[in-house]
């Protein structure tokens, strides 16, 4: 019979036994006994070995409070993670003599729950936050030892090394990081000798099992995230090599070029990298905080942070082919802008526009199309998320199957349930001859579109999150499974990290369908397509309403390119369906748009920048009105960062690519060092400087 499982229990009955075999392993006689597990025994060797003083009575006096608050820092996400899983605890422990204790990977307290009438006790041996209870400190105890086997285990009084704390019974196991499984640290059970538990090592093992999970989500959080915000980049047209890094600095995505590319860099990258992708590390540490130290091989200027609401996500890598990396350093960003440029295939022609920020968005949906994840669109109602969602599956895998949509904001829950998942006859009151197939089922071998999908029912969610995981649906009042397979696009206009943050939306679902997310512009963001999308819907308009094709007079195009346009594309197909059928004219005037438009505020006059600093306002004729408005933005941020390009980019929520772009577009060039960017920019005659 194995007994291997036993090593993990203390056995109290053998309490005298295990004393005597102390007291000769002290005195330097065998203490082989029956008595004795084999861990404790290696335990009591390896504090041999590091002279640890038998005759202790607890763990050394805790840090200063200002080292400690340092520490708590550094493994905050650890005692995060770890704090709700120990209040739960709280009530489960009080009146029952124990406190559970967590540490970190080095053996520290961190942080003590529990029965309050022990914390005298627990503080005599110095078992509170600042201490260390590794094995060289304190000898066989349950937190050091765990740390050193990586395993569950219960230290029962005489089994601990050093004599003061024989009157202690602890059980203890590791929390591992969900990556990498490297040890953070240890969740811990103590309590005087009499309050002995086999259960408390279940205990502990379910609490870090908890703590483990918690840290899990919070990582595939941080990661969909980090994703988010540079899925675009990885699917920009080029020859660089792109490397997302998460804050470890371990690859988590690479475009097809990054193998390729690393391999260009030749003597200067280490073999093992060279030869596997999945071994290249570039800064970062176990607990996640992303360190500036690269590797000599990193040029720093390939080396991009990246941030979300304030909070470092990670860092995108960008390896220039050949000819980038001989280019001089000034002209790389201008080699990345071309490259960036998006060609629309066919199906995407059908999104109006030419702005660079829609392109990107054009650029980021085209690449996802041709794989079989599931896609969330995100933007403002009137966008134009259905239009993607056909593009998408017209440019997919799946084109020549169905393209089935479903509004989930337009029916009762009994509906959207019927309408999903359809159903059997007889199935219930009023349910139509024959049954009826849901839309699930309809989408087999296609694309399911679902629109407004944050407005599914919190009870429903958990039904289609099994679909999407099994493959299968079940028609109300049936049993029998029917295998269904297909590529979902999802769209919202909510915030579904705020409604899974207050429970109106499952978390497991929200991660399941959003592995790649799109953000689509509002129409505000992107105003210079305006004159392009008005001409292109009133031309669909009036061959519906079998009416000549106006056009926009100049004064009204302008007039609308300062309006916000709350209602996006949408408002701006209604404006000019009224405005075509009130307008007997061949030009649609100023006269023609609804009052709010026309009383659209006027831009503010622009003012030039110089070294950083404002000079008089000065008009530019070569301009349209909104482009003025946009390049004083720009100039404004520009001085406001101090040149700083990569916090002008963020503040103005655009790529930098597309800054500098728009750079070169509004003829605006760079002097004074451009701080923050290593180089600078040379005013060729003639051009505003910024």
Avoid at 41 to 57: G, K
Avoid at 268 to 295: C, Y
Avoid at 365 to 385: I, Y
Wanted: glycine residues 8%.
């Amino acid at each position: 019979m194995d007994r291997a499982p036993m090593q993990y229990f203390s056995r109290p009955e053998q309490d005298r036994n295990i004393m005597s075999a102390w007291e000769r392993f002290l005195s330097g006689q065998p203490s082989d006994s029956d008595a004795l597990r084999r861990l404790i025994d290696d335990s009591w060797r390896r504090c041999q070995i590091a002279h640890v003083n038998p005759d202790r009575d607890g763990a050394p006096p805790p840090m200063r409070e200002d080292s400690l608050h340092g520490l708590l820092d550094e493994h905050g996400e650890l005692l995060q993670a770890g704090t709700p899983v120990m209040a739960d605890a709280r009530q489960f422990l009080d009146e029952t003599g124990t406190v559970m204790v967590l540490t970190t990977n080095e053996g520290t307290v961190l942080n003590l729950e529990g029965d309050a009438s022990t914390f005298d006790a627990a503080e005599r041996i110095h078992l509170m936050p600042g201490s260390s209870w590794n094995e060289d400190n304190c000898g066989t105890n349950a937190i050091g030892t765990a740390l050193a086997i990586g395993q569950p285990v219960q230290i029962h009084s005489a089994e601990h090394y050093c004599e003061g704390i024989k009157r202690w019974t602890c059980s203890a196991t590791v929390v591992r990081d969900p990556i990498d499984n490297g040890i953070l640290g240890v969740i811990d059970v103590s309590g005087l000798s009499s309050t002995y538990s086999r259960q408390s090592l279940a205990l502990v093992v379910t609490a870090a099992s908890r703590i483990e999970s918690r840290l899990a989500r919070r990582e595939m959080e941080l990661r969909y995230r980090l994703l988010e915000r540079c899925i675009g980049r990885l699917g920009v047209f080029g020859t660089d090599g792109v490397i997302v890094l998460d804050r470890r600095g371990k690859p988590v995505k690479a475009n097809d070029r990054a193998e390729a590319a690393l391999r260009a860099l030749g003597e200067r990258l280490p073999s093992a990298a060279q030869l596997d992708l999945a071994h290249l590390r570039v800064g970062g540490s176990l607990n996640g905080v992303f360190t500036e130290e690269l590797p000599p091989w990193v040029n720093r200027d390939w080396f991009e942070p990246v941030f979300d609401q304030g909070e470092r996500l990670g860092a995108v890598l960008t390896l220039p082919c050949q000819a980038a990396h001989a280019a001089p350093l000034g002209h790389r960003d201008e080699l990345r802008a071309v490259r960036q440029l998006v060609v629309k295939s066919p199906a995407f022609e059908r999104v109006i526009g030419n702005a660079p920020n829609l392109l990107e968005t054009v650029g980021c949906a085209q690449r996802l199309a041709q794989s079989k994840v599931p896609v969330l669109l995100l933007g403002e109602t009137g966008v134009g998320k259905d239009v993607f969602a056909q593009a998408i599956h017209d440019t997919s895998a799946c084109e020549d199957g169905p393209f089935v949509a479903l509004n989930c904001g337009g029916f009762s829950r009994e509906l959207l349930t019927s309408e999903l998942f359809g159903y059997v006859e007889g199935s219930f009151t009023g349910a139509r001859r024959g049954g009826m197939v849901g839309k699930i089922e309809a989408a087999h071998g296609g694309t399911l579109f679902l629109d407004e999908i944050g407005e599914m029912p919190i009870d429903l969610q958990p039904h289609f999150l099994r679909v999407l995981e099994e493959g299968a649906i079940y028609r109300l009042g049936e049993n029998k499974a029917r295998k269904v397979s297909f590529r979902l696009v999802a769209a919202t206009n909510r915030d579904l990290r705020q409604d899974v943050t207050e429970g109106r939306f499952r978390m497991d679902l929200f991660y399941r369908i959003a592995v790649a997310a799109i953000n689509i512009p509002p129409l505000r963001e992107r105003q210079e397509d305006i004159g392009l999308l008005s001409g292109y819907l009133l031309s669909k308009l009036a061959d519906h309403h079998g009416l000549p094709c106006p056009v926009l007079d100049p004064e009204a195009l302008a007039r609308m390119a300062q309006h916000s346009w709350p209602g996006n594309v949408r408002e701006l197909r209604n404006v000019l369906e009224r405005a075509l059928l009130m307008t007997p004219d061949a030009v649609i005037t100023l006269d023609a748009l609804p009052l709010e438009i026309r009383q659209a505020a006027r831009p503010a006059p622009l003012r030039e920048v110089s070294s950083y600093g404002a000079s008089e306002p000065q008009a530019d004729s070569g301009l349209k009105h909104m482009e003025q408005v946009e390049k004083a933005a720009i100039v404004a941020m520009i001085r406001r960062e101090q040149g700083n390009m990569t916090a002008v980019a963020r503040e103005l929520g655009i790529a930098k690519s597309t800054l500098y772009v728009k750079l070169k577009k509004f003829d605006i060039a760079l002097t004074g060092g451009a701080l923050g960017e290593g180089r600078a920019y040379a005013a060729p005659q003639g051009r505003e400087t910024a």
